[in-house]
């Protein structure tokens, strides 16, 4: 079977007629593979098949454009060829939906010298950017000013002042003192006599003590065995 029979052997001529262009007629639907989106047909779109079977070769450089918006429709007379960029603002994506808007989401016209047109080519209101720049710059130019209801001797955990950090630290700090000072740390630790005070896990100054004398014994045991 060759391509042509091939073809029309896969299409429905009695698909539905297009909501959006009723003049069109019935849509005729693709019954064969797709790739989700357009159907295909040993490695071609259906619908580009279906425009060069009925009205021969498509011109250099253009595409096929689906004017019912069907994309598995072959009926030749739902199929023009056009440029990419037509094809693209006829679509129903962002590019045409920003391309059909006359206005900004603020009432502002997007044409003549109120238009800004980037670098992506997306379009933009210029009364729309120049209003937020000055809000941007006048909140810049507002003074933080940091009110403090507390004293230097209460820490706060939700403050991040330098009154409150340092306030910690000497908290801190207090608090590893008294444990070192601790005579009963050891006990509560059940570590028994103070020559038998090897726990790594604990900083009381007995162990800290015991473990930094431990460590260097065997480093110089290591040295004396490598003389």
């Known amino acids: 079977?060759?391509?042509?029979?091939?073809?029309?052997?896969?299409?429905?001529?009695?698909?539905?007629?297009?909501?959006?262009?009723?003049?069109?007629?019935?849509?005729?639907?693709?019954?064969?593979?797709?790739?989700?989106?357009?159907?295909?047909?040993?490695?071609?779109?259906?619908?580009?098949?279906?425009?060069?079977?009925?009205?021969?070769?498509?011109?250099?450089?253009?595409q096929i454009d689906h004017l019912c918006r069907n994309t598995v429709c072959v009926?030749?007379?739902?199929?023009?060829?056009?440029?990419?960029?037509?094809?693209?603002?006829?679509?129903?994506?962002?590019?045409?939906?920003?391309?059909?808007?006359?206005?900004?989401?603020?009432?502002?016209?997007?044409?003549?010298?109120?238009l800004y047109v980037d670098k992506r080519s997306r379009r933009h209101c210029r009364e729309c950017r120049s209003r937020r720049s000055r809000e941007s710059r006048?909140?810049?130019?507002?003074?933080?000013?940091?009110?403090?209801?507390?004293?230097?001797?209460?820490?706060?955990s939700g403050c991040r002042c330098d009154i409150c950090r340092a306030g910690k630290a000497q908290r801190q700090r207090d608090a590893v003192a008294r444990r070192a000072q601790d005579p009963a740390a050891a006990d509560r630790?059940?570590?028994?006599?103070q020559s038998t005070y090897r726990n790594t896990g604990c900083r009381c100054t007995p162990c800290v003590t015991a473990n930094r004398d431990a460590v260097r014994a065997a480093r110089a045991r290591k040295k004396e065995a490598t003389q």
């Open 1 to 62: 079977m060759d391509l042509r029979e091939s073809f029309w052997a896969r299409t429905d001529k009695n698909g539905p007629v297009p909501e959006e262009r009723p003049p069109l007629g019935p849509c005729w639907l693709w019954t064969g593979g797709t790739n989700g989106t357009y159907g295909k047909i040993r490695n071609l779109y259906a619908h580009r098949v279906s425009y060069e079977l009925s009205k021969g070769q498509i011109p250099a450089g253009l």
């Open 75 to 114: 009926n030749p007379d739902h199929l023009e060829a056009v440029t990419g960029r037509t094809n693209l603002l006829r679509a129903r994506g962002f590019v045409a939906r920003q391309a059909a808007q006359t206005e900004c989401i603020h009432g502002h016209p997007l044409t003549g010298d109120n």
């Open 138 to 156: 006048a909140a810049a130019s507002k003074p933080r000013l940091t009110v403090i209801t507390h004293g230097a001797s209460r820490y706060n």
């Open 189 to 193: 630790a059940g570590h028994g006599k």
